[in-house]
């Protein structure tokens, strides 16, 4: 299983970003799917997470540094998650990275993507 992430890049105050993540390879459901992001000298904190296979809309969950501005949706037909960033600040400044939670033989396996890279000039 990998996990793709893209569309990171360079924007400034105020403007929008889409981040995609794709899971490829042998999987049969997956339960969970969110975005991490690391800023230099930080540790990895949760952004946005969002249940997948087997629940329709999805269970959201978001920090509070990000309610309001981001968005995480899912296309469970073709294991991708999503995170629009709107309103972007300078503090958004990191690697972004995808995650899931894929049932992998008879039991639930972590994925993480390679990270991709936001930066918010002010």
Not at 6 to 33: E, H, T, W, Y
Not at 74 to 101: G, I, R, S, W
Request: charged fraction near 15%; charge should be neutral; proline fraction near 2%.
């Amino acid at each position: 299983v990998q996990l793709q992430a893209s569309g990171g890049g360079l924007v400034q105050a105020g403007g929008s970003l889409r981040l995609s993540c794709a899971a490829s390879g042998s999987i049969a459901s997956i339960n969970l799917m969110s975005w991490y992001r690391q800023a230099p000298g930080n540790q990895r904190e949760m952004v946005a997470a969002i249940t997948t296979d087997g629940d329709t809309n999805g269970y959201i969950s978001y920090a509070d540094s990000v309610k309001g501005r981001f968005t995480i949706s899912k296309d469970n037909a073709k294991h991708t998650v999503y995170l629009q960033m709107n309103n972007l600040k300078p503090e958004d400044t990191a690697v972004y990275y995808c995650f899931a939670l894929i049932p992998t033989n008879s039991r639930l396996q972590d994925y993480w993507g390679q990270g991709t890279l936001v930066t918010v000039s002010s």
